[in-house]
């Protein structure tokens, strides 16, 4: 079945330092991908959706540039957390759907775990 | 906003149906109902989608009502590893910026043995 990567699955740094996440769809193409934030005890957010060669749309009361997303090819998209703080300490999840099929259903990647000390 | 209800918890015993409701009263007539399920410090993970005929695949059945306002998500079987929280989501297949899953609170099914 279709397969999306996430890496790294935890990262633990320091405040004011970035953080680069990434999330590769393995065995299909993806002009979309979607990034999600979910904080404990709490359901998915929707943060933005990244396309392929395109800017990225970003939800309301997102930061784009706290939260910059490149979306290069049609397997890999980035998300990097600028400047760090413990704030931004949450579970980061991302999204694709096989853009050669419409109607398939979005598959997610595992996750980040983000902890900012 | 999420347009579904779900409620927030429910038990199962091991080996037995575990039978998950839905309410999407505000369903449009292109939108399709997903379910996903995340188990504990996971992504979530896709189960079945419908859009007015009842489903079936390895995993569950989904049984949609005539007026498609509701629906319900059934393990046939539930084990100890079925416990996660389950998402109802509604959506359209095709339509851009529209074309997003919005997750709602979903519910905490846990399965007991």
């Known amino acids: 079945g279709a397969v999306v990567s996430q890496h790294p699955s935890w990262v633990i740094c320091k405040s004011g330092t970035s953080v680069k996440i990434e999330c590769r769809s393995l065995?299909?193409?993806?002009?979309?991908m979607f990034w999600y934030r979910q904080f404990p005890k709490q359901s998915l957010m929707l943060m933005a959706t990244s396309n392929e060669g395109s800017k990225a749309t970003y939800e309301q009361g997102v930061e784009k540039d706290k939260f910059l997303i490149n979306h290069a090819s049609l397997t890999l998209s980035t998300l990097t957390v600028t400047s760090a703080h413990p704030e931004d300490s949450s579970f980061y999840i991302c999204?694709?759907?096989?853009?050669?099929?419409?109607?398939?259903?979005?598959?997610f990647g595992d996750g980040t775990r983000l902890s900012i000390l | 906003d999420a347009k579904t209800t779900q409620p927030p918890s429910m038990d199962c015993a091991e080996g037995r149906a575990a039978n998950l409701p839905c309410n999407h009263s505000t369903i449009s007539g292109n939108e399709y109902v997903y379910w996903y399920r995340q188990i504990h410090s996971q992504g979530p993970q896709y189960i079945i989608h419908g859009l007015k005929n009842n489903e079936t695949n390895e995993m569950a059945s989904l049984i949609i009502t005539e007026d498609r306002k509701s629906s319900t998500l059934i393990l046939p079987h539930a084990t100890l590893r079925d416990t996660a929280v389950y998402y109802c989501i509604v959506r359209v297949l095709y339509g851009g910026a529209t074309n997003k899953l919005i997750f709602g609170t979903g519910t905490l099914l846990a399965v007991q043995p």
């Open positions: 065995d299909f193409q993806a002009t979309t």
């Open positions: 999204s694709a759907r096989d853009s050669e099929s419409g109607g398939q259903p979005q598959h």
